[in-house]
């Protein structure tokens, strides 16, 4: 099977007597590789990566007229992952583009929830490396409207392993990147403490950066409590938001304490600060964000759990799907790359 279909080859086949090993010896000279030409497998693999492997195939059958099934693009779409995943550290192209990018130095991370065949559920962490460009000034009172700069480059790792296990490979990604594994580079995630133990354990000195979506979560659930869905609630929590921006933890501090005029209000927010608190708090030194946002820089995780969204939510948590352990990291690792520089190095090495 070509690029442009199926083609017939009729060649020689030879078998060594003394091995009992049989091949094709033109297939060789002729760059063969199996039944998929380096071209055509390529395309069953960004066929693949994309959509499920049944709606791949309908795909390939109607805009090339291949005849290749689900099975096959499934077995070629891990082998090709696991291929990509081991020969990662001898790709030159992404650092290459890393260091030709302007901009910060980034680390988001972030997990999903994957149904596999090996235990159900399980958590799928992820983590992406970029460098992006500061954005224009901004404040508290204009934080929701900005326009900050795209990634200029990104690298996706992701596995579902333990957390220290993940630390490492994370680690290691940075370093094939020349990424800086202190000051110079900020660590953006929500609030649970594996990410934190990763940043501490791997990239000491990093800045750390609490999502402030998920702190404002935290502010909405404490004046949800008190006041319930509505207006008041809108006008509180608005109000909230720029205290926590303006002024981090004391800012939080401050707007659960700030006055209601309803009593009963009053007590309930009381009774949900504590838990508001203890976890503001706990993320004391990674509320920063007026002095990031006077620098034009990211105060949010959005990158990578936007790569969770779409390289785990809408490809992997299909209805009925379950997956093997061994094959969710290099799978979505594989997606993160289609169309990229690794992407096409990984393919034009099948193909030399």
């Not at 290749?68 to 891990?78: E, F, G, K, Y």
């Not at 304490?257 to 838990?275: K, N, S, T, V």
Request: hydrophobic share 50%; with cysteine.
């Amino acid at each position: 099977m070509t690029a442009l279909g199926p083609v017939r080859l009729e060649r020689r086949y030879a078998l060594c007597p003394g091995c009992g090993q049989g091949a094709f010896p033109a297939d060789r000279l002729l760059g063969l590789r199996g039944w998929l030409t380096p071209r055509a497998l390529e395309m069953a693999c960004l066929a693949g990566v994309a959509d499920p492997f049944r709606k791949a195939e309908a795909l390939l059958g109607g805009l090339a007229g291949w005849s290749v099934s689900a099975d096959t693009l499934r077995r070629r779409c891990h082998e090709q992952a696991a291929l990509a995943a081991a020969r990662r550290g001898g790709r030159s192209a992404l650092p290459a583009a890393f260091a030709g990018a302007a901009g910060d130095w980034e680390l988001h991370v972030d997990a999903g929830k994957v149904n596999t065949a090996e235990g159900g559920w399980r958590d799928v962490k992820a983590a992406a490396l970029a460098r992006r460009e500061r954005g224009a000034a901004s404040s508290s009172l204009d934080c929701e409207q900005r326009g900050l700069p795209a990634p200029a480059v990104r690298s996706v790792v992701a596995a579902v392993e333990p957390a220290g296990e993940f630390g490492r490979r994370v680690e290691r990604e940075a370093l094939r990147l020349n990424a800086p594994l202190g000051a110079g580079l900020s660590v953006l995630g929500d609030g649970a403490g594996w990410v934190w133990g990763l940043a501490d354990d791997h990239f000491h000195g990093a800045a750390q950066v609490l999502d402030v979506w998920h702190a404002a979560e935290r502010l909405a659930a404490a004046g949800r409590a008190a006041l319930g869905e509505g207006a008041a609630l809108g006008a509180w929590l608005a109000a909230a938001k720029r205290l926590l921006v303006a002024d981090g933890y004391d800012g939080a501090v401050e707007a659960l304490a700030a006055p209601l005029a309803d009593a009963e209000a009053r007590a309930r927010l009381d009774a949900a600060c504590a838990e508001a608190l203890n976890y503001f708090a706990a993320h004391r030194g990674r509320l920063g964000y007026a002095a990031r946002l006077s620098r034009g820089q990211a105060i949010g995780s959005g990158l990578v759990e936007g790569s969770i969204k779409q390289l785990v939510n809408l490809r992997l948590k299909r209805t009925g799907a379950r997956w093997r352990v061994a094959h969710v990291g290099p799978f979505v690792e594989m997606l993160a790359t289609a169309a990229g520089p690794e992407w096409q190095e990984h393919f034009a090495s099948l193909a030399a």
